[in-house]
């Protein structure tokens, strides 16, 4: 192979690089990066490909890390930007271009300067280009890094940490760096519609991100299926074989066109467990019913006030105690049968029963997570009167109906004009 044979001797390296560079056989390929919730293209990522016409593609898991070892990726790096920006620029839209840099570069004290000078002389404007730097690259030199990143941050260029959760993960770091943007390294997307830890992991990142204000992007998204449970997660943007492969600069510009790109995008939606669970807080405190959520173990997780009133208990009181702990006999096995009834049912289970002296009205419905799978029954439970009370207080308005008929000042498809007034005889 071509690059078991550059690897050996630096002259060797830095020819065939200059040549590849000369004749193109190295250039940029766009990947797209989309808006998750509205299916606009938001951005490029851009990537390295170099096509030799003797070997054909060599890989940049085999390239890159020789060009790093010999000092050459700034090379091939200015060589990007220099192709990539200029043609972008010519592109309708307000995308960006993301590019990676490695952590030998990220610790230059001249990287924001040369930089800077790059980029403005390509015509790309400097606030709609992006880098990308993995976790590993904070770990040489943090207050180099930390200084870098904060000039780059100033000058306009947003900075994402890439491949999140698979380095060197901190979060003290992550909330004091100026972060932009968060990318979820795609073994924690791939397949995590059938994988519930991924979900889990994939749902605590996004939540993360959205806590600190920083965009979260999903790396290799392959199907719909990702796609759709990230948009439930809440995730801002994707990136993946679903929405395009590594492009040429022509097919860059095609799929710009496809998907269109945004020219004004709104804030994104807030959907963050922090918000979620001040608007259920809120729900649970002031809904006119009671309410609760069981697990699997028919544990009360979390309940109101109102709920657990019917068992002369405060919610905190309730909470962590089984329907077994607080009730016995009829009643708990007419709540365990109404529980397994809903565990195998699409529609709620709605059944009166009596706790007590409490005429209740009871609304069971079994919970599931973003894949299906079910995680515990949420409860609704509504005050009714007995029976006989009800019959009774019926008699009692009809009674007195009966004394006091209402009169109509006009009798509704009557056209005479003349009041009426309704006479009932008894029975």
Not at 317 to 340: C, H, Q
Not at 354 to 365: A, E, Q, S
Not at 372 to 380: D, K, L
Request: proline share 6%; net charge negative; glycine share 8%.
């Amino acid at each position: 192979m071509l690059i078991q044979f550059i690897s050996k001797a630096g002259t060797a390296v830095r020819t065939c690089l200059t040549t590849a560079i000369e004749n193109e056989h190295i250039w940029p390929a766009f990947q797209p990066i989309v808006d998750i919730r509205s299916g606009h293209l938001r951005g490029f990522e851009v990537l390295a490909r170099w096509t030799d016409p003797l070997v054909g593609e060599i890989s940049p898991v085999d390239f890159i890390p020789v060009l790093e070892q010999r000092d050459l990726i700034d090379r091939l790096f200015n060589h990007l930007v220099r192709t990539a920006c200029p043609v972008a620029a010519t592109w309708p839209g307000p995308f960006f271009l993301a590019f990676n840099i490695s952590p030998k570069q990220l610790i230059g004290e001249a990287l924001p300067l040369e930089l800077s000078e790059t980029v403005r002389a390509t015509g790309f404007p400097l606030e709609r280009f992006q880098i990308e730097i993995t976790e590993s690259s904070l770990i040489s030199d943090v207050e180099g890094a930390y200084a870098r990143l904060r000039e780059l941050d100033d000058m306009g260029v947003k900075v994402a940490l890439d491949d999140f959760g698979t380095g060197y993960s901190s979060l003290a770091r992550l909330e004091a760096f100026p972060f932009r943007k968060l990318k979820i390294d795609a073994c924690f997307v791939r397949a995590l519609d059938r994988d519930s830890s991924k979900r889990r992991i994939a749902a605590a990142i996004i939540g993360l991100g959205q806590s600190l204000g920083i965009t979260v992007v999903a790396e290799g998204v392959e199907t719909r299926q990702e796609e759709a449970v990230l948009r439930d997660l809440g995730c801002d943007l994707g990136q993946g074989w679903l929405y395009g492969k590594p492009q040429t600069k022509d097919e860059a510009r095609r799929t710009l066109e496809m998907f269109g790109a945004v020219e004004h995008t709104a804030p994104p939606l807030d959907v963050s467990p922090f918000q979620q669970l001040h608007q259920l807080a809120t729900l649970y405190k002031q809904a006119p019913v009671g309410l609760c959520f069981l697990d699997l173990n028919h544990r009360h997780v979390r309940v109101n006030d109102r709920f657990a009133s019917i068992h002369n208990m405060t919610g905190a009181e309730l909470e962590g105690k089984t329907v077994s702990d607080v009730m016995s006999g009829p009643t708990l096995a007419t709540v365990k049968r109404i529980l397994n009834q809903s565990l195998l049912s699409d529609e709620p289970i709605a059944e009166n029963y009596v706790h007590g002296d409490r005429h209740l009205r009871v609304i069971c419905t079994r919970v599931v997570d973003l894949a299906g799978e079910v995680i515990g029954f949420s409860g609704v439970s509504v005050d009714t009167e007995p029976p006989l009370e009800s019959c009774q207080r019926v008699l009692e308005g009809a009674s007195a109906f009966r004394k006091h008929p209402p009169v109509l000042r006009r009798c509704p498809g009557c056209s005479t004009g003349h009041p009426h007034q309704f006479n009932f005889e008894s029975n």
